[in-house]
């Protein structure tokens, strides 16, 4: 693993040191003296993760940190705050500055590169889930990715796995303050309750006593539905061996017995911070996606779906000997709705016809928007004869019911012309189904409307 690692302290030895520790682990070093340089290079060349020191003239790492979280185009970007100064108060000053972690000196190798391994790994998965939210945004189908202080403040949801009472009461009474916390003594049964109860966080001591922790945290880590879900590992001071494998699995973070209180709070808000943020980017992207393929008026997929989608449904049929067929729906005389009752008007006619399609066809057959007032249904394992009673059940379905529109005020008499289109031959494609039911639609308005007319060619 590599990245960009920004280390900013006043002092040349320190600098100098950690550069060598984190090259010889093949990360890419970026250095900078002070705290207005950081924020500049935070700007300028977008590092992966900083490694801030707290006491500097002028600018401390406390402000430093307050500064980038605050900017957008920074906030995303872990820091991890390295000091001489060894006062719980002051780990949680930093931290409750927006720090991801906070390592005092001297920093051990392998406090150094776990830490920065760890949050580099998260960082890459944030990038790529606010890289594709972005996009979307750009493509305006969505409004971003913005997180408001209230989804921030709202309490979390925490399940600690601890055997010793003692210790899960103390956890539990500090976290008690600001989240909802449940406690589980059968790691077995924390795996359950994690993979179906909406945990935020799950706290596993390390110190079980007939169970290994890491077994519960690499189970964790395999299953879908808790593989995001962050993990707090608690250890004991002599644990390190396990510690470094606990990290590899893909334990979020750690804290080290006797556990402070403020620095509990502060490393679960982190976690639960970043699991809101990362759910948050990826709620985004599914809607980006589901809003590219489907119509915004009628909910129904978009001309985009289908033609992406045709051709291998008509392949999958080809391949296996089974029938397909198309349907194209045009609502008879749409534009008259417009100009007599207005736009909205003939937006309500396209809902509620859209809704009515819904409920007329099966849960196999896709159903789009093909622009305007025309749509298509492609309906699998459909021959001709079926295509034709379906398409004439749903033309009777629009024709006995009036659309109610203007809020219910006013009922529209509406009709469509309906042309069937089949898989015929070996060599067919989707644009000569299309033709055919095209053709048949044409000629369904041609004689009269408010007919069903199956492949005119």
């Known amino acids: 693993m590599t990245a960009r690692v920004l ?131 750009d493509m305006g189908l969505q409004d971003g990715v913005d997180f408001t202080s209230n989804q921030l403040a709202q309490k979390g949801k925490v399940l600690v796995v601890d055997d010793r009472r003692s210790s899960y009461e103390r956890i539990a009474s500090t976290l008690s303050a600001e989240h909802a916390v449940e406690l589980e003594i059968d790691p077995q049964e924390a795996l359950f309750r994690a993979a179906e109860n909406g945990y935020e966080l799950v706290i596993v001591s390390l110190g079980l006593q007939n169970f290994d922790g890491l077994r519960l945290c690499s189970q964790l880590r395999s299953l879908e539905r808790t593989r995001m879900l962050p993990i707090l590992l608690v250890t004991e001071p002599e644990d390190n061996a396990k510690l470094l494998r606990a990290l590899d699995i893909g334990v979020n973070d750690y804290i080290v017995r006797p556990i402070d209180k403020n620095e509990m709070l502060a490393r679960a808000r982190t976690q639960i911070r970043r699991k809101r943020y990362t759910d948050h980017l990826r709620d985004s992207l599914q809607q980006t996606m589901e809003m590219a393929v489907t119509d915004a008026l009628t909910g129904l997929n978009n001309r985009r779906y289908l033609e992406s989608h045709l051709s291998t449904l008509v392949d999958q049929a080809a391949a296996r000997g089974k029938a397909l067929s198309l349907l194209i729906i045009d609502i008879d005389f749409f534009k008259s709705i417009n100009d007599t009752y207005g736009h909205d008007a003939g937006d309500d006619v396209l809902r509620e016809f859209a809704k009515r399609i819904r ?32 398409a004439e059940r749903l033309r009777q379905r629009v024709a006995s019911e009036p659309f109610m529109v203007a809020g219910g005020s006013k009922a529209i008499d509406v009709t469509i012309s309906i042309g069937i289109g089949a898989l015929e031959k070996a060599d067919d494609t989707p644009e000569t189904i299309i033709k055919r039911a095209d053709q048949a639609v044409y000629l369904a308005k041609r004689t009269g409307r408010n007919r069903v007319v199956a492949d005119a060619a």
């Open 7 to 137: 280390v900013v302290d006043d002092i040349l030895a320190n600098v100098k040191l950690l550069e060598a520790r984190l090259t010889a682990e093949y990360f890419e070093v970026m250095t900078a003296m002070s705290g207005p340089e950081a924020l500049a290079m935070c700007e300028r060349s977008a590092p992966d993760i900083i490694l801030l020191d707290v006491m500097m003239p002028g600018m401390d790492g406390f402000e430093v940190c307050r500064r980038i979280k605050s900017n957008p185009k920074t906030l995303h970007i872990p820091v991890v705050m390295v000091t001489a100064l060894d006062q719980s108060s002051d780990r949680v000053r930093g931290l409750e500055a927006g720090a991801d972690d906070f390592l005092t000196k001297p920093v051990s190798d392998i406090a150094l590169i776990t830490r920065v391994k760890s949050l580099v790994r998260l960082k890459m998965l944030t990038d790529e889930l606010r890289m594709r939210a972005v996009t979307g945004r």
């Open 359 to 390: 409920r007329n066809v099966r849960g196999i057959d896709l159903a789009c928007r093909y622009g305007g007032e025309e749509f298509v249904v492609v309906m699998p394992e459909t021959d001709m004869a079926l295509a034709y009673m379906v």
